[in-house]
């Protein structure tokens, strides 16, 4: 199977590293530095320029920002077989209304693609399904969802996921040195902290992992405590919905 990449920024690169022992790569862009710079780490890749593309009865994967799809789009020709947009906020109407296809589907896999571990979530033309579903899977874990309102919030979740995840780390890692750690200690640490937690949520839920953990009156009660004092969890809450809500404005512009 032929896939075509259009884009040539992070994600883009996430998917090329993902995909690229197991199918036969197309990537379009507008930046020859970029192009050959991905040429250069893929060499059996074909790489060219976006400009009067021919997509006819092409699988494509669109992995450019939202606000360049009317430009993007124009330099498209013909009919794609499946268009499949990881473009954040941006519905398949609009999509539809830019890109000839027989299929869509919206995507949104995260950044941990450049590992085979992303949490992918796909939405769209069912009778796709399996196609996508077997495409993604091939770059991590994936999770079908029955409409767009759901795929926008599995969004914020798992797609804007990594950056909060990331400044949870950082926080870890400060608070082990403002303690009297050095870094590379306490960056060890919180590596294999989360390394064990991800097989812990495997086996357990959340609840029950915290439960297990928390001794009375000992130091994670303490800390814990803390947390909520500083409404660490509603902050997550809302962090959530603020980044659904930023997807939703997103799909009106």
């Known amino acids: 199977m032929k896939l075509t990449i259009i884009g040539t920024g992070n994600m883009a690169k996430a998917l090329i590293k993902g995909l690229y022992t197991k199918y036969e790569l197309e990537i379009l862009g507008r930046d020859d530095v970029k192009l050959n710079i991905i040429k250069k780490a893929f060499p059996k890749i074909e790489i060219n320029q976006i400009q009067n593309s021919n997509i ?3 699988i494509v994967i669109l992995c450019i920002k939202p606000y360049v799809l009317k430009t993007v789009s124009s330099q498209l020709q013909n009919k794609a077989s499946i268009i499949i947009s990881i473009l954040a906020g941006t519905t398949i109407e609009k999509i539809k209304n830019h890109i000839k296809s027989t299929s869509y589907i919206r995507a949104m896999p995260n950044i941990a693609a450049l590992l085979h571990k992303s949490m992918s979530t796909l939405t769209g033309d069912i009778k796709e399904k399996t196609t996508v579903i077997e495409i993604f899977n091939q770059i991590g874990k994936t999770l079908w969802v029955e409409n767009e309102k759901q795929l926008d919030i599995a969004t914020a979740i798992a797609g804007s996921g990594p950056a909060f995840l990331a400044l949870i780390s950082e926080g870890l890692i400060d608070g082990g040195v403002k303690a009297g750690l050095d870094r590379n200690r306490s960056t060890i640490l919180v590596k294999g902290l989360f390394e064990g937690f991800t097989n ?12 297990e953990v928390m001794s009375p009156d000992g130091t994670t009660a303490a800390g814990y405590a803390k947390l909520e004092e500083l409404r660490v969890r509603s902050a997550m809450i809302e962090s959530i919905q603020t980044a659904y809500n930023k997807a939703l404005k997103l799909s009106e512009k």
């Open 56 to 58: 006819k009865d092409k």
């Open 200 to 211: 812990l949520l495997n086996i357990k839920s959340p609840s029950l992992i915290k439960d």
